[in-house]
């Protein structure tokens, strides 16, 4: 097997030119906007249905408007950008399809469940530094309510949930990566192996997606050879309270400690006591807007200068877990750096 | 676990990983759960016996009383779940909101409203029954076995 020029040990890709984040938009609903991080959002919907019919039109639009908006901040028209890559929960990803449909510009479609986000910034950093791209568009979106009926009951069935279980962020992150500008920057991305230690409940998905997040944690610091005082902030996107007890235990089972400085997007965004969210925010939105919205303005503010950003997904349907399937977990990470 | 992680065979992590997780996984809060249901499920019931007796006391039969009981309960269930109370109510009585009919109604309106977006053939008309539609066909068979039962071992 031959050495591809970008790549530095089993799955770690390094950019020789770091592409730029050039903007970022994040449009939230009315819960993520009461929660601790609603002040570094660009838009609070109170509506869940923000004037739409349905929650997917909702979500889409959302989708759409944060899309809008990172063109807007950096002073670009949809026809200026080469790729839009996107992704959602819905079936067939229909919110990233019907905002492809809006923004015409050459679209593809990005499936990695939660960790959506990271899996199109992984891509767009490399679509821009292979020379396929000045522009990349990229972002994600979840719903609360398209979630509930993808996954579990209808919203206003009677429930009580488990405390094990997160909270589905409504929302919709988007960013517009370039070749050159100012901003802060991609250096690395590591590709995550599917990982699957039998976890099977679905109201427990950090547990399922923790030792995915772990491997590819570990797998990035040996492939780079940093050590995690390299970076300032390891940001897992939606593992919760559980699933990010769990992670540490595995990355230090792996030789490493980065206990003292690893959060969680999933964590970060309400106040969990007070919001019963119980073990904490999930889906795509959730490390979407995170990203796009909290971490960008402490990078800006010199708070962090490197971060390692992991995009965590649980890859199961409702049907694979009634036929009795495990949960496989997938861990995209991507190293962001101030500049 | 003092071994080195990855040099474990993959069985044995999926052991270990789940020996972990059954540590770190939170513990229902029982005690607090079983009172709030106890609570809540016992005030449900208290209301249906006072509608039933306003009911005996207009003069209806108590089979009579028994049925338009079970309806207005079932009306206010369907009636509080159409204004985003039911769900909340469940959250905090689990077990307490959903035994009684009212949860039973609950579960039938919950899926009307949100499938209504479908259109009302496919979407109400087809799922109308995803939550209630176990406790009907179970309900029902364990009716007919037991009435079977009935009559071959227990009739005089």
Not at chain 1, 78 to 94: C, R, S, T
Not at chain 2, 10 to 20: A, D, F, N, P, S
Request: charged share 15%; with cysteine; hydrophobic share 45%.
């Amino acid at each position: 097997m031959g050495i591809a020029a970008k790549k530095i040990g089993q799955q770690t890709y390094f950019f020789h030119q770091p592409p730029v984040i050039l903007s970022t938009a994040t449009i939230v609903g009315p819960k993520e906007g009461q929660g601790p991080l609603g002040h570094t959002f660009d838009k609070v919907v109170e509506d869940p249905y923000y004037g739409e019919k349905s929650w997917e039109k909702a979500e889409q639009r959302m989708l759409e408007e944060a899309m809008q908006k990172a063109l807007q901040k950096a002073n670009l028209a949809p026809q200026n950008v080469d790729f839009l890559l996107a992704g959602d929960l819905l079936n067939q990803i229909i919110a990233a399809d019907f905002t492809a449909r809006v923004l015409g510009i050459p679209f593809l479609g990005l499936y990695g469940a939660c960790a959506t986000m990271y899996e199109g910034m992984a891509l767009a950093a490399m679509l821009i530094d292979g020379g396929f791209a000045e522009y990349v568009l990229l972002g994600a979106s979840s719903h609360f309510s398209t979630a509930e009926r993808q996954y579990r009951y209808p919203t206003e069935q009677g429930v009580q949930r488990p405390m094990s279980a997160q909270w589905t962020v409504t929302g919709a992150g988007a960013m517009l990566l370039a070749r050159q500008g100012a901003g802060p920057v991609v250096t690395h991305a590591t590709v995550g192996r599917v990982v699957d230690l039998g976890s099977a409940d679905p109201n427990d998905m950090g547990a399922a997606m923790a030792p995915a997040a772990a491997d590819t944690i570990a797998r990035h610091l040996e492939d780079t050879g940093r050590v995690p005082g390299d970076y300032d902030l390891f940001l897992s996107g939606d593992l919760g309270a559980y699933g990010l007890a769990l992670a540490n235990k595995i990355v230090e089972q792996k030789g490493y400690q980065i206990a003292g400085h690893f959060n969680d997007c999933g964590l970060l965004i309400y106040h969990h006591q007070r919001q019963d969210t119980h073990a904490g925010g999930s889906g795509c939105a959730c490390s979407a807007v995170v990203t796009c919205g909290y971490l960008m303005q402490e990078m800006a503010a010199g708070r962090l200068r490197r971060v390692l950003g992991i995009g965590t997904g649980a890859l199961f349907s409702k049907c694979s877990s009634l036929q009795g399937e495990t949960i496989p977990g997938i861990a995209h990470a991507v190293a962001i750096e101030a500049r | 676990m003092t071994t080195h992680w990855d040099s474990l065979p993959g069985e044995m992590q999926k052991r270990l990983y789940q020996e972990l997780v059954n540590q770190v996984k939170p513990r229902p809060p029982v005690l607090r759960n079983a009172g709030a249901a106890f609570a809540v499920g016992g005030l449900i019931s208290v209301l249906g016996q006072l509608i039933q007796n306003f009911f005996l006391a207009r003069g209806l039969t108590l089979l009579d009383a028994g049925a338009a009981t079970a309806a207005t309960l079932v009306f206010l269930a369907a009636l509080s779940t159409g204004l985003g109370l039911y769900d909340e109510l469940a959250r905090f009585a689990g077990a307490g909101a959903i035994v009684p009919i009212t949860g039973f109604a609950n579960s039938m309106v919950a899926p009307a409203m949100e499938y209504r977006t479908e259109g009302l053939v496919l979407g109400v008309g087809a799922r109308l029954f995803t939550v209630a539609g176990p406790v009907l066909v179970f309900g029902i068979f364990t009716a007919w076995a037991v009435a079977l039962l009935y009559h071959f071992l227990l009739r005089p």
